[in-house]
């Protein structure tokens, strides 16, 4: 014979689907600033980089020029001391600007890959935020539904107790 369920605690149900709730708002939210900090990091790389590293070889290159015009001037005028620190400036300068120049083919390098190494990570979230978006929406769904039922058979009124069965013979009657 089947024996009666018995539920208790159908609050425990509305918790979990608070939490559920609460998960899923932190969860997509979550996703959205993952997805703003690539498209940033994108832009920050197309633009703010590469323009900051043409600008500094630039910059660099003018004071390489300017160092180069020193030390020649100081050859003309044949003062070895101040040559060798023109020569040190000179080199400096040529070191400055072959670092900037690394630097920018590094930020387009790195331009030019960025798609192909983010693109698969972008769907795996993707992938996460379909699930967060139907199949967990779904389950809060179900603990809705089973939280109704679960509450209308908390309602139903338990069968009542049934009496022993009778016996064929009744007590204090000789068989």
């Known amino acids: 014979m089947a024996e009666q369920a018995k539920v208790t605690s159908i609050d425990a149900l509305e918790s979990f689907r608070s939490a559920m709730i609460v998960f899923l708002t932190d ?3 979550s996703l959205d600033e993952v997805g703003d900090a690539v498209r940033r990091t994108k832009q920050w790389l197309e633009n703010d980089q590469r323009a900051k590293w043409e600008s500094e070889i630039r910059r660099r290159n003018k004071i390489l020029s300017e160092a180069q015009q020193e030390l020649f001037g100081s050859r003309i005028s044949n003062l070895k001391t101040a040559s060798a620190q023109k020569e040190e400036a000179v080199r ?3 070191r400055a600007v072959a670092e900037a120049e690394e ?3 590094n930020v387009k390098k790195w331009n030019k890959n960025y798609d192909s190494i983010v ?3 972008i769907k795996q979230l993707d992938g996460l935020r379909g699930y967060l978006d139907h ?3 779904k389950s809060l769904a179900y603990l ?3 939280q109704k039922t679960l509450e209308g058979y908390s309602e139903m009124a338990p069968p009542p107790e049934s009496a022993p069965p009778p016996s064929d013979s009744q007590p204090g009657t000789p068989s």
């Open 144 to 146: 809705v539904q089973a």
């Open 92 to 94: 400096k300068a040529r």
């Open 119 to 121: 693109e698969p990570m």
């Open 103 to 105: 630097k920018l083919r």
């Open 27 to 29: 969860a997509r939210r």
């Open 135 to 137: 199949d967990m929406i």
